[in-house]
């Protein structure tokens, strides 16, 4: 195969990346020094060595000898509170607010790129199994005004009814305000911080 092509194509899988951008990736490429070719490279190298899935709420984190990531390792978090995310780009997104200092599970990438979400897909197991195993009291359920992430969230209240703690668990949903269609990730922090304060 043409090596632009093979290399266009790549790039093409990326989120949000179409044929144009990806070609403009390709010839960025071409014109780039051997040096700054080198440090991408090495940077997509280390992004793969380095970088773990936290063993709590699987957000990639750098591996320093721990399997839990900085934010479930952090004694100053509220334990009772879990917020359950899409994807990684949320709870980035949440966490720039400042505002919100409980814990974090993430549903996973890939509920973006599917129409019928099923419950392998969410990681609704191991949510099951950290809500067990915890002393959370409120469960915010934050996932994306989208039809994706409207099915997800429905997915995962039928999963926390089946929880032995369900009838003390409180529920909530970030309030409206975030555009229908939209993602949390583009959201502006007072828009996501009026979200959380009027979660219902």
Do not use: W
């Not at 490429?29 to 970088?51: D, G």
């Not at 936290?54 to 900085?70: D, M, Y």
């Not at 828009?191 to 959380?196: G, H, I, P, V």
Request: net charge neutral; hydrophobic share 40%; glycine share 6%.
């Amino acid at each position: 195969m043409d090596s632009i092509k093979r290399l266009k194509d790549l790039f093409s899988k990326f989120p949000a990346v179409g044929p144009k951008m990806a070609s403009r990736f390709v010839f960025h490429l071409i014109h780039s020094s051997p040096t700054e070719t080198q440090e991408l490279i090495q940077a997509i190298q280390a992004v793969k060595n380095n970088i773990l899935l936290c063993q709590q709420c699987f957000q990639p984190f750098e591996a320093s000898g721990q399997q839990i990531c900085q934010i479930c390792g952090d004694p100053g978090r509220n334990k009772q509170l879990l917020c359950i995310v899409e994807k990684e780009n949320d709870l980035i997104s949440i966490e720039n607010t400042k505002k919100y200092k409980g814990l974090y599970f993430v549903l996973g990438n890939n509920i973006l790129t599917l129409r019928k979400i099923n419950d392998q897909d969410l990681r609704i197991v191991p949510l099951k199994e950290r809500i067990k195993n915890s002393q959370f009291t409120e469960i915010i359920i934050a996932t994306n005004p989208t039809i994706e992430g409207r099915a997800a969230s429905t997915l995962v209240e039928m999963a926390l009814k089946e929880l032995p703690q369900f009838p003390t668990l409180k529920i909530t949903h970030l309030a409206k305000g975030l555009p229908i269609g939209g993602e949390l990730e583009y959201a502006d922090e007072e828009t996501l911080d009026s979200a959380f304060e009027g979660r219902k």
